[in-house]
């Protein structure tokens, strides 16, 4: 885009912000080098702005090792499934000599000596009272963090901080994991209530249980139960639920959902744990109703009959799609295995175990997801 009034006003050009201070920082440096040969002006009568008063450097991009999963249980029995498991998102390998995980009291929880950390690999760093498994460990130096209600530190060599994991809310048995395997920037939780089957720990592994290396499990996020004919006006009354059918939790941000006639919603968060629903509808108040959320444009136009619903990734690829030829004034359309992805939408009265024509944020007998 030109800074011109053609361009603000007149013409289609387009302005990209990208917030990267590693990509503005030397984009910065190169203006202001210009800035002081530059010539201002004959015309120009007013006053110099110090466009590169504060320019800073471009800032060191730290490697990116996170400290994704801790076992620091209280319950003296269970000290031989403590650990502190370091992930990399790194293409390549990463040198560790010299780095430190550290509590913010002080207590230095492990060294490391020559030691590499290799493309997308893992670490788990144990006590000597180790008793589970994992292909992957590394006997720690120090004491294992055990009870702790600060933070653990991951320290490079020149002692930047890399990440922090903060330890409230430890359980007294299992782990604390990441919310999103691997993302520093992602809140932590318990491991046991953020996969299905509440799996306490997975040490080595991604919460799902599937090998570091092999990539996170895809999405299932499956438009569930719709009611496209409700009783009365429309208006406030449709609704398209929504499960996460998947083993860990998974973020709608960027997901959209439209129907035939380009009517689309665009989700954002909070994150869904595994097995947990969201209720979209148009307007109203539902607080009756678990997980809803409303449409921002307050459009949620569902045809009684021959509708296509179809749910995109934030990259644009199709995820799910919902068709329907006829609906039942009152009943709405569910999934013949409720949050089961790709099971045949059939009435809601007919779904084994339902106890009513609907059950938005529910599952059909009634209880909650």
Known sequence: ?????????????????????????????????????????????????????????????????VI??????????????????????????????????????????????????????????????????????LKATGAMPHGLSDALILEDASGTTVDTFPMAGMPPTGSLNRWFDGDSEAEVGSHAQLTAGARRASPGQRMDGGQWTDGPAP??????????????????????????????????TGWTLCDASGVCHTF????????????????????????????ESERLSLNNSAETMTLTQPDGSIHDTVSWSSSTEGVSLNRSVDGGAGADMVRHDQVQGAVSDTSAGLQVNGTGW
């Not at 744990?273 to 409303?294: I, Q, S």
């Open 219 to 252: 999405a299932a996020f499956v438009m569930n139960e719709l009611l496209a004919n409700p009783v009365g006006t429309d208006l406030g009354a449709e609704f398209v639920e929504l499960v996460n059918d998947g083993p860990v939790p998974l973020d709608p």
């Open 1 to 65: 885009m030109n800074w011109s009034n053609a361009g603000t006003g007149d013409n289609d050009e387009n302005l990209i912000l990208v917030e990267s201070p590693s990509l503005a920082a030397p984009m910065m440096e190169e203006f202001c080098s210009l800035v002081e040969v530059a010539t201002v002006h004959p015309d120009f009568t007013g006053a110099l702005p110090d466009l590169c008063d504060g320019v800073v450097a471009v800032p060191e991009i730290l490697p990116a090792v």
């Open 68 to 137: 994704n999963e801790v076992d620091a249980s209280q319950v003296r029995v269970h000290t031989g499934h403590r650990f502190v498991e370091l992930v990399s998102d790194e293409d390549a390998a990463v040198d560790l000599d010299g780095w430190r995980v550290v509590s913010s009291g002080g207590h230095v929880v492990h060294t490391f000596e020559d030691a590499m950390l290799s493309p997308l690999g893992v670490v788990v760093l144990v006590g000597s009272e180790w008793s589970g498994a994992s292909s992957n460990t």
């Open 268 to 295: 954002g968060p909070p994150a869904l744990l595994p097995g947990e629903a969201l209720v979209l509808f148009d307007r109203g108040d539902h607080a009756n109703v678990p997980g809803v959320r409303l449409a």
